[in-house]
T-cell receptor
Framework: KNEVEQSPQNLTAQEGEFITINCSYSVGISALHWLQQHPGGGIVSLFMLSSGKKKHGRLIATINIQEKHSSLHITASHPRDSAVYICAVLKLQKLVFGQGTRLTINP | NAGVMQNPRHLVRRRGQEARLRCSPMKGHSHVYWYRQLPEEGLKFMVYLQKENIIDESGMPKERFSAEFPKEGPSILRIQQVVRGDSAAYFC??????????FGPGTRLTVT
């Protein structure tokens, strides 16, 4: 079993829909990152959080340390949000990555 | 403050050649990490370095791969005698304190 599990693996939605991507982890961590990767592109760090909730524009990330679970939400989704979203946990100063969620937003 | 720089962005090598990938961390960052993304696979940790020291190389293949982060200059990931299975995207990240990591654009290595 992977230390970091994401669901769903693939998600297709219509423009404007509310999107939720989930991440569960099984190890002790000091922080959790949400990353975005466009096809053939680099990696952009969206959030780093160790407790509670963070918001940036239409993106919201939450983490529940006791339940070892985090969610990434996108409100009013747009085709430009189409990308792979990756959850990564910081364990002993190195990142352990989930397999990613491929999000496609159709116009 | 420029972001993390990696070069080259694309590198083509024939089997048996050497590949050198460079990473210049953000100004003031003394922690560097290398990650590999094989085709259709997730990202995997390779090595964690601070200036002149390898802190954790538990993700590095035992042979042909080495990394350094000298006192002056960029961090280098070196792959000797490349094989087709080394074809991947190699990402570098830097951090000021070992916690929040900033990623470079990656080097895409193709071995022919």
């Amino acid at each position: 079993k992977n230390e970091v599990e994401q669901s769903p693996q693939n998600l297709t939605a219509q423009e404007g829909e509310f999107i939720t991507i989930n991440c569960s982890y099984s190890v002790g961590i000091s922080a959790l990152h949400w990353l975005q990767q466009h096809p053939g592109g680099g990696i952009v760090s969206l959030f780093m959080l160790s407790s509670g909730k963070k918001k940036h524009g239409r993106l919201i990330a939450t983490i529940n340390i006791q339940e070892k679970h985090s969610s990434l939400h996108i409100t009013a989704s747009h085709p430009r949000d189409s990308a792979v979203y990756i959850c990564a946990v910081l364990k002993l100063q190195k990142l352990v990555f989930g397999q990613g969620t491929r999000l496609t937003i159709n116009p | 403050n420029a972001g993390v720089m990696q070069n080259p962005r694309h590198l083509v090598r024939r089997r048996g050649q050497e590949a050198r990938l460079r990473c210049s961390p953000m100004k003031g960052h003394s922690h560097v990490y290398w990650y590999r993304q094989l085709p259709e696979e997730g990202l995997k940790f390779m090595v964690y370095l601070q200036k002149e020291n390898i802190i954790d190389e538990s993700g590095m293949p035992k042979e042909r791969f080495s990394a350094e982060f000298p006192k002056e200059g960029p961090s280098i990931l070196r792959i000797q005698q490349v094989v087709r299975g080394d074809s991947a995207a190699y990402f570098c990240a830097s951090s000021p304190q070992g916690w929040e990591q900033y990623f470079g654009p990656g080097t895409r290595l193709t071995v022919t």
